[in-house]
């Protein structure tokens, strides 16, 4: 069974930089063909692609609103995909979700919680 775990967020003033983890289970890195992308929520708005990050080609694809600013990567050896967001703006808030499509399936995480405020 596939699970996936995000942490990592938390308050942050506008200009900082946060990290998002997504550990995965049930599958290795390594071994399968997936696609994982990180979605944001705000309240009152519909569910955003941020990011996301294809195997085995490692290829990577932004969110006009974050590129420049956030980056996706992966580390196979911990089975763990991150979410590097530098210079937070205020309009970043939001829920953030990770999500995988392996083995012709979605997961979701539970997704954690962003907050960009002075």
């Known amino acids: 069974q596939v699970q996936l775990v995000e942490s990592g967020g938390g308050l942050v003033q506008p200009g900082g930089y946060l990290r998002l983890s997504c550990a995965a289970s049930?599958?290795?890195?390594?071994?399968?063909?997936?696609?994982i992308r990180w979605y944001r929520q705000a309240p009152g708005k519909e569910r955003e692609l941020v990011a996301l990050i294809t195997s085995p080609s490692g290829n990577t694809n932004y969110a006009d609103s974050v590129k420049g600013r956030f980056t996706i990567s992966r580390d196979n050896a911990k089975n763990t995909v991150y979410l590097q967001m530098n210079s937070l703006k205020p309009e970043d808030t939001a829920i953030y979700y990770c999500n995988a499509y392996v083995n012709w399936n979605h997961y979701w995480g539970q997704g954690t919680q962003v907050t960009v405020s002075s």
């Open positions: 049930g599958f290795t890195f390594s071994r399968y063909i997936y696609t």
